[in-house]
């Protein structure tokens, strides 16, 4: 097997230090001058980009009496920040006990670091069906595979998904 080219050990050997105490920083103070200059660009820069921001939101419709409609077998959702149906479960002495606490994340075996992982189930609130739509209605909430796509409406955080991505509706115990 090879020697690991990569690792701290080698770069130790080499005299190569690219982390701690070791690194060298140069600093300059500023004159009252190129502060001010500096600040006067920056101020500068910010009221271009607030006029183009402007510029390119010309003959934008009010969205705000407007809604979106899905079509087909489209649904859009509108997802809860956090799952309103999870109950966080704790021991007698107060510990949280794990369960699906962190269902969209988990702890990588490469890295050892939490990921957010690429599928997982999320809870949201539907807020229109498409007309071929069989199984959920405005105003349910249900559980979808996050393969969604964002709806870029009014900046509202809507998302678009298939009605087969649906996984199940929440429904009171005495209704069907």
Not at 51 to 80: C, H, Q
């Amino acid at each position: 097997m090879g020697k690991n080219l990569l690792g701290n050990a080698h770069m130790q050997e080499m005299g190569v230090h690219l982390m701690g105490a070791n690194i060298k920083h140069e600093t300059k103070e500023l004159t009252p001058e190129e502060i001010t200059a500096h600040n006067k660009k920056m101020e500068e820069e910010q009221l271009l980009t607030a006029n183009r921001l402007l510029e390119l939101n010309k003959g934008a419709k009010d969205a705000s009496k407007m809604k979106v409609a899905a079509t087909g077998y489209t649904v859009i959702i509108k997802p809860f920040e956090k799952n309103p149906y999870r109950e966080i479960k704790t021991s007698a002495s107060g510990l949280i006990l794990p369960g699906d606490l962190f269902a969209d994340t988990y702890k990588s075996d490469d890295t050892g670091e939490m990921e957010r992982a690429e599928q997982f189930i999320a809870c949201g609130t539907v807020i229109s069906a498409g007309p071929e739509c069989k199984y959920v209605k405005p105003g349910e909430d249900v559980y979808y595979r996050n393969s969604v796509a964002p709806i870029p409406f009014n900046n509202m955080g809507y998302y678009a998904l298939s009605e087969q991505n649906i996984i199940c509706r929440v429904i009171e115990k005495d209704k069907e």
